[in-house]
C-alpha cells in the first residue's frame, strides 16, 4: 500500500513514544528520541525524520541503544558539560543539560556541550537551532561509523560528519545551516538503493574504489566527501571536535549503527556563544544582512524553510508515507487513533 497517512504533530508523537517503550526504551529516553524525529518531519527533513525513527526502533531492540541508559553529566569547568551517554541515545543527555547550557552562556559568554557513547543523533541542526531559539548562537558537530574516504583515500575513514550552525535573528526565524561533509548524506544513498535508483557521480565509490553511481554499490562502498579534499578536512575537523576532544570512539573505531548489538559509541560537541554579550545589536544586524543578502544579491538564506514548513504541519499535520506509519504503528502495537 502506498500513500500517506495524515496525523497532528501530537498524535506522532504520541505514536513515536508508545513505539520507543515497546522496544525497550524508558519514558524519558522515548519522549527525548520522538521530539528529534517529530521535529525533523515537520521541517521537511524526512530522510531524518520519521522513517529514520524506525532506525532507532529497530537499534532499541538490538541493543546498539541502551533503552534504560542514564546519562552522566559533569562539570570539569565554569563553562563546559560533559556527557557520558552510557550507551544511550544522544538526545537525553542533551535534553538534561540544556537549560544549564543556556544559563551558562548567558553568565560566561560560552559554554561547550561534549558527549561520548552515544547513538547517532540524525538531524544535527535540531540542537543548534534549539539554542537559537534561546537567543544563543551555536556551533554544533557529531561523528559515527566510518562510511566517508578521507582526502586522498578511497576507504571509509569518517562518518558523513555534519556540521550544523544557528543563530538568532530579529524579527524572525534563525539563521540555520546544517550539513555533512560528504557530498550527500548515508540516508539518501541508502533510500535510493532501496528504491533502485541511481545517484549522481561523484557521491560514492563502490567496494573496489571505483566512481559509482550505482546506490546498492555505494551503500557496500564508501562516501565522499563534498568538494573533494576540502570537504575531507572538514569532516576531519568534525571528527576531532566530537569524537577526539569527547573521548568517543573515533569512526574508524565505532561499530555500525544499523547491525549488530553494540552502540556506535559515538560524540557530540555544541558550543553555545551569548551574541548579546559581544554586540546587543547583533540579531538585529543579522536580520537587516540576511533581508540585504537574501533581497539585493539573490542568497538562499537557510533556515526559512525549515520554519515554514513546522508551522504548516502544526497546522495541517504530518503527512507521513504509509510505509513509515504503518511501521512505527505495528511496533507501537497501535493500527489507528
Not at 553529566?73 to 552510557?86: E, Q
Amino acid at each position: 500500500m502506498t500513500g500517506t497517512v495524515t496525523i497532528s504533530m501530537e498524535e506522532a508523537l504520541a505514536l513515536c513514544e508508545s513505539a520507543a517503550m515497546i522496544a525497550g526504551a524508558n519514558a524519558e529516553v522515548a519522549n527525548s528520541l520522538a521530539r528529534s524525529a517529530v521535529a525533523a518531519e515537520a521541517e521537511g527533513q524526512v530522510s531524518v525524520g520519521l522513517a529514520h525513527f524506525i532506525d532507532y526502533l529497530e537499534a532499541l531492540e538490538a541493543g546498539r541503544i541502551d533503552g534504560q541508559a542514564v546519562p552522566e553529566i559533569a562539570r570539569p569547568a565554569g563553562a563546559i558539560i560533559l556527557s557520558d551517554a552510557k550507551g544511550g541515545a544522544a538526545h537525553p543527555g542533551f535534553d538534561r543539560a540544556f537549560d544549564d547550557v543556556v544559563d551558562t552562556a548567558q553568565k560566561f559568554g560560552v559554554a561547550i556541550f561534549s558527549q561520548k557513547n552515544a547513538y547517532t543523533c540524525g538531524a544535527l541542526g535540531y540542537f543548534a537551532g534549539r539554542l537559537a531559539g534561546r537567543g544563543l548562537a551555536a556551533l554544533a558537530a557529531t561523528n559515527g561509523p566510518a562510511l566517508v574516504a578521507g582526502a586522498g583515500g578511497t576507504k571509509p575513514v569518517y562518518c558523513t560528519n555534519p556540521l550544523a550552525f544557528a543563530a538568532p535573528a530579529a524579527g524572525g526565524p534563525p539563521l540555520l545551516i546544517d550539513q555533512s561533509s560528504s557530498a550527500t548524506a548515508f540516508v539518501n544513498i541508502r533510500k535510493a538503493a532501496h528504491a533502485g535508483q541511481s545517484i549522481p557521480e561523484g557521491w560514492a565509490l563502490d567496494a573496489a574504489g571505483n566512481p559509482t553511481t550505482d546506490a546498492r554499490a555505494a551503500v557496500k562502498g564508501t562516501l565522499l566527501a563534498f568538494g573533494g579534499s576540502r570537504g575531507a578536512n572538514i569532516a576531519l575537523i568534525v571528527e576531532i571536535l566530537s569524537a577526539g576532544l569527547s573521548g568517543a570512539n573515533w569512526s574508524l573505531d565505532a561499530p555500525a549503527f544499523m547491525t549488530g548489538s553494540q552502540s556506535p559509541g559515538t560524540g557530540l560537541f555544541v558550543l553555545a556563544i551569548e551574541p548579546k554579550l559581544l554586540d546587543p545589536d547583533f540579531e538585529t544586524r543579522l536580520r537587516s544582512q540576511m533581508d540585504r543578502l537574501a533581497g539585493d544579491y539573490g542568497v538562499h538564506i537557510p533556515g526559512k524553510g525549515k520554519v515554514a514548513m513546522r508551522q504548516k504541519s502544526r497546522e495541517r499535520g504530518l503527512a507521513i508515507p504509509r510505509p513509515a506509519y504503518d511501521e512505527i504503528a505495528r511496533r507501537a502495537d497501535r493500527n489507528s487513533f
